[in-house]
């Protein structure tokens, strides 16, 4: 991990400072609500439904134990003993009480986190594969680049009031774990002909009202470059991004209005600024500064290669199947990287109370040299697991509630959430997850079932990613009801075409469903999906065979069993 430096920690702690200055002007009202609001929000605050939300950091999904356990005692004395990991690898508590804000600031400034980057039209929290450096497909470690990324564009004056929100993923591997197509900007690392880095950088991407992929901008920057490729991506987006209406001002909507006409005002922008640089403004990235902060990314002290067990000492089928979903393969021979599944009965995806926080960092520090990911699907990995160690971990696991077999199932979805917590909302995603882990919760037919990935947003702004879902549930509002929509054959790309080629945007199949009907018709879109596979075909690659109508017509029919109840 990312140690920081004595700069890094007088500058977050100047933050947080600075942030209590205005607090407490705020509270005795000499800082009117709309001077504060632009001042919290660029320390992670928001308003919600019920009360104040704080979106803490957790750059490329990096957490250590010490700050898990932070981030633990957080969630107790301030807020109501729980937080919620977001697809953005960051952490949001619901419920603290403003005046208590300035006390949560500091306490994040002691472990050496923030909330900088998690809102506001700014470039946001930069994302990653929460397998980097120890994935065996890796063509390059991203973190290095990720970090020099974050120290970059944290507070760089030209992008801190842009159109609208910047989304920048990183991935280093083949398969893409980062969603890079669908962020403003994706960033995939490559190797030339000799061996040389570089990045195959794509731009435009994003959901929301209009769901685009990201269009191929470069198809090879050199490492040394990037900043300056970024920086000119996001110029031009700065000088002629719609500012008139939220609604389109991202840069997908510049990039499908321009066209060619984008992408030669970037390129002539990047060959400015290159030849401009005589005293050294361009922002170069030097070897020296590479290796500093690669410095930070090592194989931690005493894993060293070793031989694979000949048995891991337990043939039980409940340890198999964790194994099967839950394992995941490693660069270093005798070593895993384990996901920690937050996807089961009784917790909303991707919550965690104080005491599982607790749990996972000394699962973290017993297995995993006292590191922890977040990542994308919104579960925990330990990324430094020795093999010979599964089984004590599995069963550590399971008394934490971590155990779930359910990795990449149908009941390991990703949703927001809500209509529960949100403003923004128009629905509730909690109550249709809590619905479909409950419906779908026996493990030898998740099992059959096979790969599915199922996504709930509770409204258009996709916070759940619902586009991107090889099952995708969108709640809709009509005339005050909760209303749900549902889009089949998206995907984020790793699932499907071995990166961002295969990513897509689902398509919706029809009128929107009432909320007691959407499980039903995501049940019925199952079995249909089990009636027309092929032998060992995943749901994603029957959807795209088949097409859409028959599961069109199978969840149709649940809509009209419905109506004729009702009447």
Request: glycine content about 8%; some cysteine.
């Amino acid at each position: 991990m990312y140690q920081y430096t004595d700069f890094d920690r007088r500058f977050v702690h100047a933050r947080a400072a600075q942030f209590r200055d205005q607090l407490e002007r705020h509270l005795r009202g000499q800082l009117p609500d709309d001077d504060f609001k632009a001042l919290r929000l660029q320390n992670g605050w928001y308003v919600q439904r019920h009360a104040p939300m704080l979106r803490v950091a957790i750059p490329y999904g990096a957490v250590s134990a010490a700050q898990m356990r932070t981030l633990a005692n957080i969630a107790k004395d301030f807020d109501r003993g729980y937080a919620h990991f977001t697809t953005r690898q960051n952490l949001q508590y619901n419920w603290i009480p403003l005046a208590r804000a300035a006390d949560v600031m500091d306490a994040l400034a002691a472990v050496d986190m923030h909330g900088i980057q998690t809102s506001g039209n700014c470039i946001r929290n930069i994302t990653s594969d929460a397998f980097a450096g120890v994935a065996p497909d890796e063509i390059v470690d991203p973190r290095p680049y990720c970090e020099i990324l974050r120290q970059w564009s944290t507070l760089h004056p030209e992008f801190a009031f842009l159109p609208r929100k910047f989304k920048i993923a990183v991935s280093g591997a083949k398969e893409d774990r980062a969603a890079i197509g669908w962020h403003d900007i994706g960033l995939q690392l490559r190797r030339g002909d000799r061996g040389e880095v570089g990045f195959e950088v794509y731009v435009g991407g994003g959901m929301g009202r209009t769901p685009i992929i990201g269009t191929l901008a470069n198809a090879f920057v050199p490492w040394q470059q990037i900043l300056v490729f970024i920086e000119a991506v996001v110029r031009v987006y700065n000088r002629y991004g719609r500012r008139d209406n939220a609604y389109k001002a991202r840069i997908k909507i510049l990039v499908k209005a321009e066209g060619p006409k984008f992408f030669d005002a970037v390129n002539e922008e990047f060959r400015n600024i290159l030849e401009r640089d005589v005293d050294g403004a361009a922002h170069i990235v030097t070897q020296a500064e590479l290796d500093r902060v690669s410095a930070s990314f090592t194989t931690p002290a005493g894993v060293r290669a070793q031989a694979e067990p000949q048995r891991l000492g337990d043939d039980s089928r409940a340890f198999t199947r964790w194994l099967d979903r839950n394992v995941r393969g490693h660069r270093v021979s005798g070593y895993r990287a384990v996901v920690l599944s937050l996807k089961r009965a009784g917790q909303a995806p991707g919550d965690a109370t104080d005491e599982q926080m607790h749990a996972a960092a000394d699962l973290a520090d017993r297995f995993s040299h006292g590191e922890l990911r977040v990542t994308h699907q919104q579960n925990l990995v330990l990324p430094w697991v020795q093999a010979s160690e599964l089984v004590a971990l599995w069963q550590a696991a399971k008394a934490s509630g971590f155990a779930t077999p359910n990795v990449g199932l149908v009941s390991d979805m990703i949703a927001c959430p809500g209509g529960d917590f949100c403003a923004l909302a128009n629905a509730r995603s909690i109550p249709v997850a809590a619905q479909i882990t409950e419906r779908f919760a026996d493990i030898d037919e998740l099992n059959d079932i096979g790969d599915i990935d199922l996504h709930i947003s509770g409204c258009i702004n996709s916070c759940g990613h619902h586009h991107s879902g090889h099952i995708g549930i969108l709640g809709v509002d009509k005339g005050g009801a909760e209303w749900y929509q549902l889009t089949l054959g998206g995907s984020d790309g790793n699932a499907y075409g071995g990166g961002i080629a295969g990513a897509t945007p689902g398509k919706v199949i029809g009128p929107s469903f009432a909320a007691d009907e959407v499980v039903d018709a995501v049940e019925a879109v199952v079995e249909t999906y089990r009636g027309v596979r092929a032998a060992n075909e995943r749901f994603i690659d029957t959807v795209r065979r088949v097409g859409l109508e028959p599961f069109k017509t199978a969840a149709n029919a649940v809509r009209r069993s419905t109506a004729r109840e009702a009447a």
